[in-house]
T-cell receptor, first 113, second 112 residues
């Protein structure tokens, strides 16, 4: 089935550092969603992107919808301990319809205090 | 608003036993979903329901059945559990006219 590739798979950073991660697909998406999952919890929606080139912020988080419509990026500025978790990208492949999302494998973020 | 709720939170089954995972949402959403999450695999869709009275298979439906009991509730049943069904199961519902899905806290299932 459709795959989304997230990079990197894991990150180990110092508190206060900025973080960048990305998500790529072999097919076009018309929406990109970014979720965060805390340990033992369900994914929580952080940011939704609806238009190619769109740049959207949510506090220290900024996400971009790639111009090619095959990728998306998430940046976290000045990381803090509560940013620890797994970040997933997701979207509905354009040929698959609105009912289903495909998810990336996740980027696991670990922060050293 | 509780959002999406799931019960139980944890469950241990022996091979061959059956059980039903319960999910309810109070956001008046039409569409609901069941996913499983395994290490390194992301979230994979088991079944979904576009509206009350309809269900459709997702990517990994084998070994599962679902029931959309009413608009609020969508249950997932394992008729004869297998060790390969050890996973974390998430229920989600979708905002109307949007792709955004909201998730429950998950059920952690171990099959021995």
């Amino acid at each position: 089935g459709q795959q989304l590739n997230q990079s990197p798979q894991s990150m180990f950073i110092q508190e206060g550092e900025d973080v960048s991660m990305n998500c790529t697909s072999s097919s076009i998406f018309n929406t990109w969603l970014w979720y965060k999952q805390d340990p033992g919890e369900g994914p929580v929606l952080l940011i939704a992107l609806y238009k190619a080139g769109e740049l959207t912020s949510n506090g220290r988080l900024t996400a971009q919808f790639g111009i090619t419509r095959k990728d998306s990026f998430l940046n976290i500025s000045a990381s803090i301990p509560s940013d620890v978790g797994i970040y997933f990208c997701a979207g509905p492949p354009i040929l698959q319809g609105a009912q289903k999302l495909v998810f990336g494998q996740g980027t696991r973020l670990t922060i050293n205090p | 608003n509780a959002g999406v709720t799931q019960t139980p939170k944890f469950q241990v089954l022996k091979t061959g036993q059956s059980m039903t995972l319960q999910c309810a949402q109070d956001m008046n959403h039409n569409s609901m979903y069941w996913y499983r999450q395994d290490p390194g695999m992301g979230l994979r869709l088991i079944y979904y329901s576009a509206s009350e009275g309809t269900t459709d298979k997702g990517e990994v439906p084998n070994g599962y059945n679902v029931s959309r009991l009413n608009k609020r509730e969508f249950s997932l049943r394992l008729e004869s559990a297998a060790p390969s069904q050890t996973s974390v199961y998430f229920c989600a519902s979708r905002v109307e006219a949007s792709y955004e899905q909201y998730f429950g806290p998950g059920t952690r299932l171990t099959v021995t």
